[in-house]
């Protein structure tokens, strides 16, 4: 069963089917609920590109309408434990150790208190992440220790692969558009071409490899040309791969 699950995660093409194959698979090791949310590309200054985080689960609707009126939630004790530690430990614990956590007392006014909590720290480089998967409603910490003894090998290694999967996407990056003597202009220059090469390249005027590269600066909001480079590639806008077969024996 598991190696199915993982080949369907490894297949799916949205972050919706690979939300609907993760939870699917965590509700027949007998979690009924789960929630996932994970960071990327901490290393990219924010400045120049806000990459969303992604988060799915099925808790219960008002539960996630109250959560997320909750203030400061970077700081709840279970997040900076996420950000901190590596692994994964029961809610109940975590709450012993760290002191109380706003999230899973508000949790368990809806019946879903008992949790673990798998850290996805340094599954993926330059990220982020977290899976916490709850049994059913007014699941007590006997329950959680039970499920968890019993099928909590297989959904780390879900929460694993589904992580590095999304990771390798194209996520919802902010929208830019650039012309295509933009992008060719800033390819040119993280080539490390000078300004007069690309013009020669190009067969145009340095003034206007200037005007292309000004243009590209205030269309990505930045305000170097270095910024604009590492933006542009961050963004898919540099260097689209084209469509190639691969040809195997025979002169090509």
Known sequence: MLSGFIERLLDAPTIADIRAVFLEAVGDL??????????????????????NPVVFSNLPAELIDQAQQLRDLDQDTWVEWVRDNDGDIASHDLQDRFGPSRSFGLAADHGLGHARIISLRDKVLHSV????????????????????????????????????RIATMQRNLPKVTLTARQREVLGWRSAGK??????????????????????????????????AVLKAHVTHQLFQPASASLKLGGRG
Do not use: N
């Not at 949310?37 to 806000?50: C, E, G, H, K, N």
């Not at 959680?144 to 692969?161: D, F, I, K, P, Q």
């Open 30 to 51: 007998g979690f009924d609920h789960a929630l996932y949310a994970a960071r990327f590309m901490l290393t990219v200054p924010r400045s120049l590109l806000r990459d």
């Open 129 to 164: 992440g977290a899976v916490v998967v709850m049994p059913r409603r007014g699941a007590d910490a006997q329950d959680l220790h039970a499920c968890w003894t019993r099928s909590g090998r297989e959904v780390r290694v879900l929460a694993w692969v589904m992580h590095m």
């Open 194 to 227: 000078t300004v007069a090469e690309i013009a020669m390249i190009l067969g145009i005027t340095p003034a206007t490899v200037e005007k292309h590269m000004r243009l590209a600066r205030e269309a990505l909001g930045v305000e170097t040309t270095p910024q």
